[in-house]
């Protein structure tokens, strides 16, 4: 597995990018990760649908956005876990543009809620905080087995860290396999490809980005959680490298 590039080392929190954080937030043990009111559910819903409007035009415009596999969520019943590779900060939007209208959930680092409007509008998108204390990350897991459970897609970065314009994949962590695995639900690999730009994005310096939704991965119900959340990291992994390496071809 390729190294992670020399002077681009994260910091503990898994940033590359620094963003302004002056706000102070804590993960409390009443955190409601899911929103629960009928009214606040609704709220949620109607500013994602303005959201994906002005997502769509402005990814497209910006980065040159390209999706391509939604045939691929058809086949999914119920929940599922969602991964990709983090190459942009944006490409959590490429992700919602993706899966919607899909109810969504993204794992995301407790510090992103530290920036200012920044924080407001991830949560109403569906952003939740992983906290670094196990007790909490165990509630989390719960909450999303729950959400999983009414159908809801939960998307959690496997790599951890953000390298915008990374070519290569980086070390799986195991978490959201073993989310998967523990709730008996599959895996939908993503990847993230870069293209040179071309037509009317000539005047890109940095690449197009094409996201391509690759067929969902289902646990093997032969094997223990741990073994079967391992098993699932590698198939993904093998997906998602063999759709990079076809890219670059």
């Known amino acids: ?13 898994g940033h590359v990018i620094h963003m302004w954080q002056p706000f102070s937030f804590t993960v409390e043990d009443d955190y409601r990760y899911r929103p629960r009111g009928f009214l606040t559910r609704l709220g949620r819903g109607l500013f994602r ?20 596999g939604r045939e691929n969520l058809d086949a999914l019943e119920g929940g599922a876990v969602t991964v990709c590779n983090h190459v942009h900060p944006l490409d959590c939007t ?17 510090s992103n809620f530290q920036i200012p ?13 992983i906290s670094k204390s196990p007790h909490q990350i165990g509630r989390l897991f719960d909450e999303m087995g729950k959400a999983m459970a009414e159908g809801a897609l939960v998307q959690i970065y ?23 695995a523990d709730n008996g639900v599959s895996v ?21 980005l ?15 959680p741990r073994e079967a959340a391992n098993d699932l990291r590698q198939r993904c992994l093998a997906a998602m490298q063999a ?6 071809t």
């Not at 597995?1 to 929190?13: L, N």
């Not at 409007?117 to 905080?129: E, F, K, N, Y």
């Open 1 to 13: 597995m390729p190294a992670e590039p020399v002077g681009r080392i994260p910091d503990e929190d």
């Open 49 to 68: 649908c303005f959201a994906m409007v002005l997502l769509r035009i402005l990814d497209t415009a910006m980065l040159g956005l390209k999706i391509d």
């Open 94 to 110: 490429m992700i919602g543009l993706a899966l919607f209208p899909r109810e969504l959930y993204y794992v995301s680092l407790a």
């Open 117 to 129: 409007l920044v924080r407001h509008i991830i949560r109403w998108l569906g952003a939740v905080p």
């Open 158 to 180: 496997p790599e951890g860290v953000l390298i915008p314009y990374d070519k290569a994949l980086r070390k799986f962590k195991s978490g959201a396999f073993r989310l998967a």
């Open 188 to 208: 939908v690999p993503m990847v993230i490809t870069q293209e040179k730009p071309r037509g009317t994005f000539f005047w890109k310096r940095k690449p197009c």
């Open 210 to 224: 094409h996201l391509h939704i690759l067929p969902p991965i289902a646990p093997d119900p032969g094997l223990a």
């Open 243 to 248: 759709r990079l390496d076809d890219s670059a």
